[in-house]
């Protein structure tokens, strides 16, 4: 990470409670990794609020977006990003789905200009979690490998996904772009990012001191 805890902020929603619970201890989060599907669903309310805010902000002070509205401040309190990040969209869905469909798709449309962006996995691609308006306003897709040629057009609008090899072979669908890029995804160990959790943690420990 290349940004302070003052620059960018993560919200991680981890619904299975395994797979970004390690990441518990840096400081660039937020809150606490939220495993809740409850609070989680409270999150996604409070997103949609704080970019209506942030919009209020930016038309106060005349900018465009986050990086005019920072550049502006000259040493008073900047906005920071916030990324969203949500391991297991299935979970959500099953738990709220207009609610967390219609605020998903507010915010993948209104959000960026404010600072807030949205990374958004599932290990079910089907129709009813994946939706169409979903999809629509998630130009950018990456699949890995997954069992039919219908999971695959679900997620990229097109077969391949199914002949992927897997352990990080994966297809990534840029904003308009024809088709999708075949692309090696890095392997990360569980001891480098005990490692990296470790780093950030003793910097704030240190700050603190």
Known sequence: MH???NEVQLIMVDPKRVELTPFNSIPHLATPVIVDTNKALGTLRWLNQEMDKRYQKLAASGARN???YNRNKQGEEKLPYLVLIID???DL???GFDEVEHILCRLAQLARATGIHLVVATQRPSVDVVTG?????FPTRISFAVTSQVDSRTILDGGGAEK???RG???YMPTEAAK????QGCFVSDAEIERLVYFWGSQRREEAA
């Open 133 to 137: 308006l979903i999809k629509a306003n």
């Open 180 to 183: 999708p890029k075949r692309l």
């Open 3 to 5: 940004n302070s805890p």
């Open 66 to 68: 986050i990086a005019d």
């Open 93 to 95: 869905m099953m738990a």
């Open 169 to 171: 072979d994966m297809l």
């Open 88 to 90: 297991e969209l299935a």
């Open 164 to 166: 992927l090899l897997g």
